[in-house]
């Protein structure tokens, strides 16, 4: 679902999250930073909670990474959108697989704004249901 009055801006950041989704199953970390800013602030479910700049979050997909299973599965179960002309968010359900708990269904909110023409992801937040 999109909401908002920027239908085409809508289509074009569920492209790139869709793209950056098939990023981390393909493990490829250039895929996945490819459109996020060198300034960006993580909330994360592991520790460090807060993350900023690139060079950091590149770091957390080598944790990441070393606790999936093969093929690493990282699927987008819904997303709404809400996108004006130039700052935009989306939130979104996601699953992936975790060798030692198994599958987790965890939360996604993504703030961008559009930099030299282009949607850059600018803020990331990944959060657990509470038990």
Known sequence: MSRGTHAPEADAIRALLEDW???????????????HSTGIVIFD????LVIRGIEAYART?????????VPVVFDILDLEITAGSDVAFAV???????????????????GLRKIRGAWTVVHEHHSLPAN
């Open 21 to 35: 989704a098939a990023a981390v199953r393909a493990r490829d970390l250039g895929g996945i930073l490819a459109h």
């Open 45 to 48: 479910v592991p520790p460090p």
């Open 61 to 69: 997909w080598r944790l990441f990474f070393s606790a999936q299973a």
């Open 92 to 110: 979104a359900r996601m699953r992936c697989v975790d060798r030692e708990a198994g599958e987790l269904e965890f939360r996604l909110t993504v």
